[in-house]
């Protein structure tokens, strides 16, 4: 249960209010109560007290519109200004560690629905309301809850139509379950245990912890009806608690406690503990799992990364009221100048992102930190350096202690992401090609560097192992980049190539020309072409969409200079086009310009770089790529000079990537044998912990 923070602040206001001339309380129309039912909703019918919502009374009656009636952002912001700042100086003054506590602020905005009860069991009176004091005085003998449980058809309206219109992209899909484990002894009470799922020894799904969480502080909730709208919203301020550090003993009791939890759909909260099995000792007992309501919500929220950044730093100045005001603002109105995008993530897509090896070593913290990175493309569009996780110890050191670091990697990671490789695998091969179009499966290893955005507010001082490490991070922005320095080409073309007996296969020379097609927001096209050397023109020979992403796991290597990537993808290739959109296709191309002295490779005149009202070119890649290979595995090392006309931002870097060619053609066989294709990227990344994370060259 979250609890409310000391002077905890909470409003309610209703919007749209009416033009001036009626008075300052006065609201743009008559409401009342009505009478509202939760279906399967058992926590707030309680004593038989009716749930109420307010509503329009006189849903057909046009009012004379101000300018704060259409905008109701601009009353909002000035409503509710000294309270953010009030609120915001308190999450200021009171974030970071305390103890063994660390405390993060967040701020949200939540989709939902205020529903009122009245205090005393008694007839309600459903007459109706023009004046606001009025409805303010009546209300006060009623409850006011925040109901976070939206429809289906909102969901289904915001990921479709939405999501696509504000220009929002992807980020990442997570599972978990939150277990409540009362500790008995300890002063904190209850804690939050977050955990995935994976397989176990014998196959049945265990709990794996990752987080432990103590119960939010509640410092601002600024409840708004929105008498118009279907759906109200919160503004919501908290403070997040982390428990860290936790000692080894504590986190040994709680994973045994954990991992006895059974993974059950059948169950509600879809978790069950054996007979007595929910609380083994004499300090931990099983409380809560998700809800012992049983009920089963969804629910929507905002956020905005700008304002809880600047929150959380000390050395720049409280955010102000007008941030949230351009956000209610471009919520309605912002729209992409290019809609394409060039990522796609399937609907069960899975993202992971873990720490390896596991290690136990009391001593990880002293040598553990975040290092500043210099990457001027990042730089640019963030405004700031990224970091990276940096270990400092050396390598002889960490031979020396002998079990301080896992000794077999690859086993562990497997380990956790074995569950998420079998869906997935699963679900790649069971994506239909729809027509005119070939969906081709297909998993790669990408070596690079995973790079997180500042928080100053946190800090790695107490962490003791890479559960703690993958905690305390799992609160940073992270991306992964692939572009790895010319010392580590030149190791892999001279050394591991030969060393693992991979042969030489091809090398290609290719031109990407990404064109964004109108008609299909979010779609990018991809021409790949080669330049005809006769006539110096390009020549088309392979038309892909955006690929469609289905699991993502970025491995962070403590104890090595470079990170990898799974990546489970399918490729989505045009096999059919009218002849339409071949020629306006075709007119695009034939009017690039081969340039070795701009960005990309190519250029086009003033103009050409779109065709009609339908397409546009977004983007162009120029890539020289060399292919080595044995009956195993199949490397590629590939020179890439990008461009992104929506930016106008290029970087060249240097890629190298690992297929396995064998675990591809049995996804695409009819008969997956999952089992094989777990033990082929088991043995992948022992060769590549064994060989290509042997490198000891710097970054930079």
Known sequence: MDYEAEGKISKWYVIPYSDESCGDDRLACSVHLQKFA???????????????????????????????????????????????????????????????????????????????????????????????????????????????????????????????????????????????????????????????????????????LKKIELDKERQLDIDISCLDKNLDLRLQLSRKRFLLPVEDDERHSLRKLIRTGVVDSKEKCGLRWPLGRESPGGRYRVDEVASSTGEVTQDASLRIPELTMQLRDKSKPIPSADMLHDTLKNSKQQKSLFPGTKILYAKDSVFRWIVAPDDQDDQLASSIRLKEFSCESIERKDGQKPMILVCDRAQEEMNEKGNSFDKSPWVSIVQKIQEDLLASFQIARSEVSKDGEQNVPRFVIRFGKILFQDSPSINLDDVNNSSDVENVLGLYKKRYYTNVPTSFVDAVLGDYVPRIGLDFVEEKENYYVKVCDKSRPHVTISCKCRVTEAVGELDTYKIELNELRHLIADISCLDKNLDLRLLLSSKRILTSLTDDDKDSLSNILKSAVIDSEVKGGLRWPLGKESFGDRYIVVGVWHTKAKTFSNSSMRLKVRHADRFDFRTSTGEVSQEASLRVPELTKLLRDENLDLNSMIDMVRDTLKLIWGHFLQWEGSLT
């Open 38 to 208: 939760l279906p399967g909703d058992y926590h707030y019918s309680d004593y038989g007290r009716e749930r109420m919502i307010l509503v329009k009374a006189d849903t057909n009656k046009v009012v004379n519109k101000t300018e704060a009636d259409d905008c109701p952002w601009l009353s909002l912001g000035d409503w509710v200004e000294d309270d953010l700042d009030t609120a915001f100086e308190r999450a200021r003054d009171t974030m970071g560690q305390r103890g063994a506590e660390m405390k993060v602020p967040r701020f949200v905005i939540r989709f939902g629905k205020i529903l009122f009860q009245p205090k005393r069991k008694r007839s309600v009176s459903l007459k109706s309301f023009s004046n606001g004091s009025d409805v303010e005085d009546y209300l006060s003998n009623f409850y006011r809850r925040y109901h976070v449980n939206v429809p289906d058809s909102f969901v289904e309206a915001t990921l479709n139509d939405l999501v696509p219109k504000s220009g929002l992209d992807f980020d990442d899909k997570k599972e978990h379950y939150a277990v409540k484990v009362y500790d008995r002894f300890g002063s904190h009470g209850t804690l939050l245990c977050k955990c995935s799922a994976i397989e176990g020894d014998e196959g049945v799904g265990e709990l794996d």
